[in-house]
């Protein structure tokens, strides 16, 4: 039964999404080498678009395309995001499920679905 | 058959059609990004109808007691009459008469209105009021439906001000004006009757705080209620009288009034209201957060809040920015 069980059912689906979203944008603000990417921007819209990446690296349901992800952060690109940027938001993410008590062989899964959208935000 | 409407238009609804491919199958241009109910962009509302509930999950209850939804997953039984969310323009225009103009101190005016129409408001939305047709202002709602029969309203005379200036020195009692709204989504709802709620307003920023906080309180809010009211100099400060009665009537509801400028006085905090605010609570976990007023405290108030453990969905926002042409 378990191993039929998807990644994102294993974390607990929407509840798990929004137990982190908190979670993990205050550590994404209060993380010196990304937060300026997040200055001036409407906190309840990013808010929504946080929870909608969490979706997606948990392998829930989502409909964004590698297309999606380069325009998305082309603006950012074009203001100097880069490999370290991703490194920490992904170090994030990772901290933010340890704090919630999620297993190592989990985090390490949705480490690799949000490293996989790596070249297109990054626009290469 | 389930028909959508918008702006005038009758779309047909497919077989498992959302309202968002039906809308931009036919060229409307709504706007979207996850298609599947978390990203918010698409967010819309319905102005006839009543959106199914599992189209607005994970939206801020005050949006979803104004019937909005997110269009990507919304797949409706009945008819629906949809419009953007921004679009004001589907609220009719309302003449209101000019009860009374008071000065609650030397720069805000107490405005109370008598609507010609019922218009259906929370505490703490906003309302447009007009000079003339195309030049209006928002003005928060200080009072409670059910509560008082008029629209009460407190406006700060701005230098230049065309419409603020035109209240101060030209309106006058039993004069019609025109109206329109309400809008907004910095209001009390009902439920988590024990949950704390923190109010930081600046200036005329009391008035929707004045309006939540009375609405909560008739509604048996039992949660504590601590209202931090800033202002540079002692003559900011009004509804004082009436803000310390609240307190001696009600044990959990607090006032603050916060002084910036100049030195510190008896029965004033000394300092900006959200700095005092955030010392007194250091920890808002589990805090509903009202922030209004000045654009500036706003916008890092909520930020603070935020990182000091208030939940995104249980800070309510509202910024009173100055329009360019003043």
Known sequence: MSQQQSLYEKLGGEAAVNAAVDIFYRKVLSDDRISSFFEGVDMETQAAKQKSFLTMAFGGPHNYSGLDMRRGHAHLVERGLNDTHVDAVIEDLAATLRELNVGEDLIAQVGAIAESTRNDVLGR | ?326
């Not at chain 2, 008739?218 to 004082?240: K, V």
Request: hydrophobic residues 35%; glycine residues 10%.
């Open chain 2, 1 to 326: 058959m389930v028909n959508i409407r918008y702006a005038k238009d009758n779309f047909e609804l497919g077989e498992n059609q959302s309202v968002l491919d039906c809308l931009t199958g036919r060229g409307v241009p709504v706007p979207f990004s996850c298609r599947s109910g978390v990203c918010q962009t698409c967010l819309m509302r319905a102005t006839g109808g009543t959106p199914p509930e599992s189209s607005q999950n994970g939206l801020k209850d005050t949006l979803k007691l104004q019937n909005y939804f997110l269009a990507c997953i919304c797949h409706p039984t009945a008819d629906l009459e949809v419009a953007m969310p921004n679009d004001n323009d589907v609220q009719a225009v309302i003449p209101a008469t000019v009860k009374s103009l008071k000065l609650l101190n030397s720069e805000i005016m107490h405005v109370e209105l008598e609507c010609h129409a019922p218009i259906d408001y929370r505490a703490g939305q906003f309302i447009n009021l007009f000079r003339d047709r195309s030049l209006g202002r928002s003005y928060s709602l200080a009072s409670v439906p059910h509560e008082d029969d008029h629209l009460h309203l407190h406006v700060r005379r701005l230098p230049q001000g065309r419409v603020s200036g035109w209240i101060h020195e030209e309106l006058r009692p039993g004069e019609t004006v025109e109206i329109r709204g309400p809008g907004g989504d910095c209001f009390y709802t009902p439920g988590n009757a024990e949950q704390g709620l923190v109010l930081i307003g600046t200036g005329s920023g009391l008035a929707p705080l004045y309006g939540i906080i009375r609405d909560a309180l008739s509604q048996n809010h039992t949660g504590p209620i601590h209202l931090f009211h800033g202002s540079r100099d002692l003559n900011g400060f009004y509804l004082t009288g009436e803000l310390r009665d609240l307190v001696e009537q009600y044990s959990n509801f607090n006032y603050v009034p916060c002084l910036s400028g100049g030195d510190a006085a008896h029965g004033f905090a000394a300092g900006r209201a959200d700095d005092v605010a955030f010392q007194q609570i250091p920890n808002l976990k589990n805090w509903r957060m009202f922030l209004c007023g000045h654009p500036d405290m706003v916008k890092a108030a909520k930020k603070k809040a935020f990182m000091a453990g208030a939940s995104m969905k249980d800070i309510y926002a509202d910024a009173f920015n100055v329009s360019q042409s003043s």
